[in-house]
Nanobody
Framework: QAQLVESGGGLVQAGGSLRLSCAAS????????MGWYRQAPGKQRELVAG???????KYGDSVKGRFSISRDNAKNTVYLQMNSLKPEDTAVYYC????????WGQGTQVTVSS
């Protein structure tokens, strides 16, 4: 059974918005900081945003003020609200603990057209 399942990606025009969701197993989610990561073609995977079990957040410089991470501990789910999307946000988005541990999910593709 998959332990990390990302969803919500798609094709959107520049300036648009998307909301990503990640359903995690309780074993992964409980007590752990969670993060959203992305990997663009030819680039290394990078941390986009992170959130502790208590709700403290952090963001990569390129997404500050545009993306917002949140979590629902009752549903073992972490979200990423992405606004004012840019073509350079195009990537496969993944969630995992922060720092990452174990297997990755399949990710969800986000494509931003100019």
């Amino acid at each position: 059974q998959a332990q990390l399942v990302e969803s919500g990606g798609g094709l959107v025009q520049a300036g648009g918005s998307l909301r990503l969701s990640c359903a995690a197993s309780g074993r992964i989610f409980r007590f752990n900081a969670m993060g959203w990561y992305r990997q663009a073609p030819g680039k290394q995977r990078e941390l986009v945003a992170g959130i502790t079990s208590r709700g403290s957040t952090k963001y990569g410089d390129s997404v500050k003020g545009r993306f917002s991470i949140s979590r629902d501990n009752a549903k073992n789910t972490v979200y990423l609200q992405m606004n004012s999307l840019k073509p350079e946000d195009t990537a496969v988005y993944y969630c995992n603990t922060d720092p990452p541990y174990g297997s990755w999910g399949q990710g969800t593709q986000v494509t931003v057209s100019s």
